[in-house]
């Protein structure tokens, strides 16, 4: 567990060589990847995944454990996930609030949940098998969505009610709930002011894209200033958190993206200040 | 509605479009359900090309995402991880090009190697030590990646001419079946083909038989000198390949 404010960046292929190679270490306090991704046997991948782990330590966040699946979690995805946390030791091991997965087909994509009991019901029951099997607290990270259903409370008051019924912690997305706002017309600050701030572990910082009717999070551009402004407005009242940028695709250099995570970095010390 | 009946209902928006579905869904999400079907089609568009490069680069890239597309209406992915997405795209290559059976053939070749890429690690050979070797009592174990793949064109030399970026040669088939070994020397996939007599030795011996066993054999088959130079010759290469894990002994 991270006991100070930390900044690390999700480690990516074109960066490899930067992680490895370079004779000094790179400025991160810790690296971020997608848990799929090494959920193999073995191979160049996991080499570059066990070195990189010798040199920083490694948050697992991943994409398809579907915890929102109604007809539950997939037994053979949490124990080759638990093979993977039993090797690399994370930090923190994350996915989202969402779901992909249901009766056999996987749609590999993070989909919408509607916010009723019944769904906290059903996350809470998979979210405390994943931790049982994982033998850990889990972060669960607030999804970007493109619809809102008619449910029986806001994003945050479920999150809250998760963290409260399953022990879970909170990896907040501060660039998806930008695009969420955006998209279903609340107010963001009104979530940030409604999420269990003692809960939220880590943070994912990213950029988004203006889609036909809605904005898309497509992690290919920098953070905008509406998403720092909201980083700069919640951090000051979370506890120990660790910051992250998350860039998929069109992957600049690393200098670029270490320039911005100075950024989070001045954000923050000005945050604390505020905060004291 | 339940949740599993939405969940039932997005899976038929997003594998046919099914305008009931969408509607049960509701109308104000008519736009955020073209965002996920776009998505959805688009990560399994990446996936294949990602994975079959070569096939692409020999079908060009409109035929390529015409057999993706049909892919990705026929075959819903099924499994957590993209990488098993890939797996049955050479069936449908086969389906869809029965006429040309290097196309199917060389997504064999890459849904292999691709699988080799991420399988399991082998200990490294103890090379120090070869000279000390009771080579009549040795049984040798290959790396855990190596098989075998049947193919009946020359895809294999396609392959190795579209990742040279060579012209490659035209599209042939074979008089007979070549048996092809597949393999990851380190981290590096690769293959190779093989004629008869080293798809039988590498058989012979993948069953536990001791390598003195094999030269015998080879012996009685061919002659004292050829069959000794023929296992010899067969042993340096598979050690210069990589394709032996250990060398251990009949107990």
Known sequence: MLTQHQFGLGLRKPHYTDFLDSEQKVAVDFVEVISENFMIEGGRPLDVLRRVRERHPVALHGVSMSVGSADGIDHDYLHRLRVLVDAIEPIFVSDHLSWSRIEGFNSHDLLPLPYTSETLDTVSTNILRAQDVLGRTMLIENPSSYIAFPGEMTEWEFLDALCRRTGCELLLDVNNVFVSASNHGFDALSYLAGIPADRVRQIHLAGHSQGHELLIDTHDQTVPAAVWTLYASVFGRLGPVATMIERDDAIPPLSDLLDELDIARSIAVGGRRKAA | ?251
């Open chain 2, 1 to 251: 509605m339940s949740l599993l009946a939405l969940q039932r209902d997005f899976r038929s928006w997003l594998n046919t479009e099914a305008d009931e579905a969408a509607a049960r869904i509701g109308t104000a999400a008519a736009p955020g359900l073209a965002v996920y079907l776009n998505n959805y089609r688009g990560q399994l568009l990446d996936c294949l090309r990602e994975s079959f490069g070569v096939v692409r680069a020999w079908l060009g890239d409109s035929a390529f995402d015409g057999a993706a597309a049909i892919h990705i209406e026929q075959q819903p992915p099924h499994s957590w991880t993209l990488d098993a997405y890939a797996l049955e795209f050479p069936q449908t290559l086969e389906r869809l090009y029965p006429d040309d059976r290097e196309i199917a053939e060389l997504a064999c070749i890459e849904r292999e190697l691709g699988m080799i890429f991420v399988g399991p690690d082998s200990a490294s050979l103890d090379r120090a030590h070869l000279a000390e070797v009771d080579w009549d009592a040795a049984i040798l174990k290959f790396v855990p990646t190596l098989h075998f793949l049947s193919v009946s064109t020359n895809a294999a030399a396609i392959w190795s001419s579209l990742t040279a970026n060579e012209m490659p040669p035209g599209a042939i088939g074979l008089d007979r079946p070549a048996t092809l070994a597949l393999w990851r020397d380190e981290f590096a996939p690769t293959f190779r083909t093989l004629d008869d007599g080293e798809y039988d030795a590498l058989n012979t011996l993948r069953n536990g038989t001791t390598f003195g066993t094999l030269c015998t054999k080879l012996v009685n088959a061919v002659g004292e000198a050829d069959g000794a130079a023929l296992a010899g010759g067969m042993l340096a290469r598979w050690l210069a390949d990589g394709m032996i894990e250990k060398i251990g002994k009949r107990s």
